[in-house]
């Protein structure tokens, strides 16, 4: 929105400019003097100053010279000399009052539109550059999108803005909530990252904004929450729109008023908290269904990041399955590892609808299983047809369909396996090495168990 400096000592003029000029989208600041635009001037730095030319003191002409924004003069003494006087100074144009309106925004736009792109100060862009390199050392991307994306991180990171992460599960939202904490004056407070999906609702507000001792059954100390542990931080809510409402209710408050009041308490305390909010489910919708507070969304909305599915990131794909390979490889002493032509031919056609997670999986895969350097399609299991191809280790020893005698994968949909998989093994494997063994993430995992109705039992909840 371009700024416009108005300087005009009558007041009635004064405000009937800016009303007309707020009323066509532009913000208006206002001067009384010369000496006071240039004051303003210095400050705001407007996009053009609209001035009378006589003012008490010394003329509207004077702030030609004296500033580098273009000068507009307007003068109740309109003769062709005042005009060419005030052009011959270098004003941009010149209008005569009492000015017609139209006249007006047609001249103010004709001079916005001729003035060249304003330059970023050599500062930011250093900076800007800077935080790009910083991004990518923290997440990959080349593709347009990506770029764009990491140019907004780079601008946001410094603010205290509340940001909402939008994506699928697995493109790296938790991984740019990361990357916007290390580029913030924050860095050196904690980062404190809440699976809103993963607590019990039960258990959520306790967990976040902590409770006072008796609080409810099992509340035998007070303890504080996560939200106060990130205090001078930053805290990252995956899945805000898990957030039962009452918790919404409260995390808005903490919002509104930067205080935190633990369940149980009558007490409130301040804290300094950034927020930082990632879904992949469509808020706006959710509000309109009363599932989501209307109020904490518009909260929450200020700025919006959208990380794009990689099955849209296709100048992406090669590139960051050729990283992932690189960094696996170090990380498990196989560093001269290279993909084959058919690898990286599946590579791109693959849709990956589990994203950079489904990749990263199946990647370090490969590199487990490789037995010379070359990574060939068979050792990326990926199934181009369907979605996951059940690795062939995991179906000879823990599917439980194969030990029934089933033929290897055929007639098993991959909901069934999935079930069949977690009802055998939760007793004896822990929720993180359930997600682990079928190559999903815990919060997958969880989305899972819901959709199909499987509870978790107390060996795989802890
Ligand atoms: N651009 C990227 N560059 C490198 N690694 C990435 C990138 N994006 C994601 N990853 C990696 O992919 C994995 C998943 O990323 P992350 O957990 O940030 O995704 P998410 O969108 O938060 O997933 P979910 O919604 O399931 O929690 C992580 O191991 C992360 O390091």
Same mark, same amino acid.
């Given at each position: 929105m371009a700024l416009i400096l108005i300087v005009e000592d009558e007041s009635i003029i004064r405000s009937a400019l800016t009303r007309l000029l707020q009323h066509n989208g532009y913000a208006v600041a206002e001067a009384d003097s010369v000496d006071r635009a240039l004051e303003v001037a210095e400050q705001s730095k407007p996009d053009l100053i609209i001035s009378d =030319? +006589? =003012? *008490?003191? +010394? *003329? %509207?002409?004077?702030?030609i010279q004296a500033t580098d924004t273009p000068v507009l003069i307007m003068t109740s003494y309109a003769s062709l000399r005042s005009a060419v006087d005030s052009m011959k100074l270098g004003a941009v144009d010149y209008i005569a009052k009492p000015f017609d309106h139209d006249e007006m925004l047609a001249s103010i736009k004709s001079i916005l539109d001729r003035r060249p792109a304003k330059p970023s100060p050599p500062k930011l862009e250093a900076e800007n550059a800077s935080a790009r390199a910083d991004i990518k050392d923290l997440m990959f991307g080349e593709c347009t999108e990506m770029l764009k994306l990491f140019d907004l991180i780079g601008k946001v990171s410094p603010t205290d803005t509340t940001v909402l992460i939008q994506g699928?599960?697995? #493109?790296?939202k938790e991984l740019a909530a990361r990357a916007l904490h290390m580029l913030s004056r924050r860095r050196e407070g904690a980062l404190i990252c809440v699976?809103? !999906? /993963?607590?019990p609702e039960t258990l959520i507000e306790s967990e976040l904004f902590g409770h006072e001792k008796g /609080?409810? #059954? %099992? !509340?035998v100390g007070a303890r504080s929450g996560l939200i106060e542990a990130a205090d001078g931080g930053t805290l990252f809510l995956d899945e805000i729109g898990e957030l039962p409402l009452e918790a919404q209710a409260r995390l808005l408050r903490v919002l509104q008023e930067g205080e935190i009041r633990r369940v149980g308490s009558t007490q409130s305390k301040r804290v300094d908290v950034r927020l930082i909010a990632a879904t992949h489910r469509n808020l706006k919708a959710m509000t309109k269904v009363g599932e989501f507070r209307e109020d904490l969304f518009y909260r929450l909305n200020v700025m919006q990041l959208r990380i794009p599915p990689l099955r849209d990131r296709e100048d992406d794909v090669i590139g960051l399955a050729k990283m992932l390979l690189t960094k696996m490889g170090e990380r498990m002493d196989k560093p001269n590892l290279k993909f084959d032509k058919d690898a990286l031919t599946l590579i791109r056609r693959y849709q990956w609808p589990g994203n950079v997670r489904e990749m990263e999986n199946a990647v370090e895969r490969a590199v487990i299983l490789s037995d010379s350097d070359h990574i060939g399609k068979d050792l990326l299991a990926i199934d181009l047809e369907g979605e996951l191809d059940i690795p062939e280790g995991m179906l000879s020893m823990d599917n439980p369909a194969n030990s029934k005698? !089933?033929?290897? %994968? #055929?007639? =098993?949909s991959l909901e069934d396996y999935f079930q069949h998989f977690v009802l055998e093994n939760q007793d004896t494997m822990s929720e993180t090495e359930l997600a682990r063994k079928l190559g999903i993430s815990r919060k997958s995992l969880w989305e899972r168990r819901q959709r199909l109705g499987i509870p978790r039992t107390k060996k795989s909840a802890k």
């Open positions: =030319l +006589r =003012l *008490p003191g +010394r *003329p %509207g002409t004077d702030l699928e599960s697995g #493109t790296g699976n809103c !999906a /993963a607590i /609080a409810f #059954t %099992g !509340a005698g !089933a033929d290897k %994968g #055929t007639d =098993l």
